[in-house]
């Protein structure tokens, strides 16, 4: 037993000076490659441990359990500059608020800044699809999935009106508080099944089939596993648990039916109505446009499954941050409501609602503040060089070596002065009225990797949010917490909800 205790130990001092050797020729490398190039580091996050930086990985837990690690990475970027650095686990990681830099890192030069290698433990959930590769594979499945998104715009309003009609009777109209988030969980998790199997999964009914609700749990908790993987890396070998595996096998068997059924379809063994309703020639279901690029079950799987794991819930996320400023802002509601008076509910085209000026800046200025993605992780793959935040102004090009992480903070980048005026703080959706931004507003994200579901989700939001002015002549907030509460998880969510009460029109 003692022997086995010193071996042990050994082993782990040997495996740990290791890594310590390993990151001194790194940073060796880095510092002869930073001056060749004319580039400076930036400034570096203060750390008590100078060897693995364990602190400043305690730190962002800290933050985040305390429910302000968004102001806190944005009160950091005040302090060393728009960009810095730090070190957890004796890992560089540069993050980035400036929008030359996020240029830089999303879209000049995307091929050296991968996802995989981050996202890569994710793949035992999704498969290899779209939102965990990178190179070849992530074009191809970009390539694939993107038309769907574009022709489903020629918008199925009343595909989505069915699900906001089941909303609306969810809704108390005699003035008692209702918690709005929820419920906008429910409206998207069924529109974007509708829209990514071709088969709602009906959470707003009064009682939702059973075969959906075990997909749901088994997705909800292979979800917090990947969590766990993605923060453990390499070392998640570590965590064995069986039910996140049976998670994984569940959900997958279950899309896997959907795509052998339009399968089936593609080949004319199956009736054409069966299985997506009404209409089903107008509406755009994204199972049965890939099945007709790709007769791959796997590759079809694991693309629906990205898909879904990507946008089941980041548009409810936009709803309820939008309501919750709402709330606050009476004004702000009486004035959109103006703005729709008068029109009936087929009249809300997605031409229509884009033409609604202030709804329209009232829906960034809630993204801008609020952002559902607050911030993106990103591993730098080949040397390269970013143009500015180095040395002591920041003036300086910075040099980034393959291993590096980037962290591109979105929170902080819209909340640039010089861009949204002296009160970027501020919910004030008048500002839009003269703001430009081009790379200093990326709420979904820019460059290559930009959501290919932009103009679906904002349509989803800008919906629903004209049908419930036109019911409601006012809206109250009931939360006794004013202020906004950040809850990360995969997005920045509202850790009180949207908490609110009605009154009709
Ligand atoms: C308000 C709602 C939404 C927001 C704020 C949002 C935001 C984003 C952002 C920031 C990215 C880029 C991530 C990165 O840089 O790695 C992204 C990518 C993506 N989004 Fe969305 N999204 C929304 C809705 C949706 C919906 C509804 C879907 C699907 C039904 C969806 C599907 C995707 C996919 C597949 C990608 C990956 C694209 C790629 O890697 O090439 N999103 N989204």
Not at 140 to 153: D, G, N, S, V
Not at 246 to 255: A, N, P
Not at 269 to 278: C, F, H, L, M, T
Not at 428 to 436: D, F, H, I, T
């Amino acid at each position: 037993m003692g022997l086995f205790v010193s071996l042990t130990l050994a082993a782990l001092a040997l495996f740990i000076t290791q890594i310590y050797l390993r990151r001194i020729q790194k940073r060796y490398a880095l510092s002869k490659a930073s001056a060749k190039h004319g580039c400076a580091p930036p400034k570096t996050l203060p750390s008590r441990d100078p060897f693995f930086g364990l602190d400043t990985f305690f730190a962002t837990f800290k933050s985040m359990k305390n429910h302000c690690r968004m102001r806190t990475t944005q009160a950091d970027a005040q302090k060393y500059g728009h960009t810095y650095q730090s070190f957890p686990f004796a890992r560089r990681t540069i993050t980035i608020t400036s929008a030359r830099n996020i240029q830089t890192v999303l879209s000049l030069e995307h091929e050296k800044f991968g996802v995989r290698p981050i996202r890569g433990p994710a793949q035992d959930m999704t498969g290899p699809g779209i939102i965990v590769n990178d190179g070849k594979v992530w074009e191809h499945a970009r390539a694939m999935i993107r038309p769907a998104f574009t022709r489903t715009l020629i918008a199925d309003r009343e595909t989505f009106d069915v699900h906001v009609e089941r909303l609306f009777e969810l809704l108390p109209t005699d003035g008692s508080v209702i918690d709005l988030q929820p419920l906008f969980d429910r409206l998207i998790l069924d529109s974007s099944s509708e829209f990514i199997f071709g088969e709602s999964f009906g959470s707003l009914l009064p009682s939702c089939p059973i075969d959906s609700q075990a997909f749901l749990d088994a997705f909800n908790y292979a979800q917090k596993g990947v969590g766990i993987r993605v923060l453990l890396g390499k070392a998640r070998f570590l965590v064995r648990d069986a039910k996140f595996f049976q998670s994984c096998k569940l959900i997958q068997d279950y899309t896997r039916r959907h795509v052998d059924r339009a399968l089936e379809r593609k080949e004319g063994r199956q009736d054409k109505s069966e299985g997506d309703n009404s209409s089903s020639e107008r509406k755009v279901v994204l199972v049965y446009e890939l099945a007709k690029e790709t007769s791959d079950r796997s590759m079809l799987t694991s693309q629906l499954l990205n898909v879904f794991f990507a946008g089941r819930d980041t548009p409810a996320v936009a709803l309820t941050n939008i309501f919750f400023l709402l709330a606050r802002h009476p004004d702000v509601w009486t004035k959109c409501r103006e703005e729709v008076r008068g029109l009936q509910k087929e009249a809300l085209t997605f031409e229509k609602l884009k033409s609604l000026r202030y709804i329209q800046h009232v829906i960034n200025e809630a993204m801008r503040v609020y952002p559902p993605v607050a911030s993106q992780t990103r591993e730098c793959t080949a040397d390269t060089i970013l143009p500015s935040g180095g040395g002591h102004d920041g003036s300086q090009p910075i040099y980034v070596q393959s291993g590096d992480v980037v962290v591109i903070n979105f929170w902080t980048l819209h909340r640039d002065a010089s861009v949204f005026g002296p009160d970027p703080e501020a919910f004030r959706p008048e500002r839009w009225a003269e703001a430009r931004p081009t790379w200093e507003f990326l709420p979904f994200g820019g460059g290559a990797r930009h959501c290919p579901a932009q103009q679906l989700a904002l349509f989803w939001i800008a919906y629903t949010l004209a049908r419930m002015l036109l019911k409601f002549e006012q809206i109250r907030n009931e939360d006794p917490v004013e202020e906004f509460v950040e809850q990360m998880k995969l997005n920045m969510e509202s850790w009180n909800g949207a908490k609110v009460s009605f009154v009709v029109g």
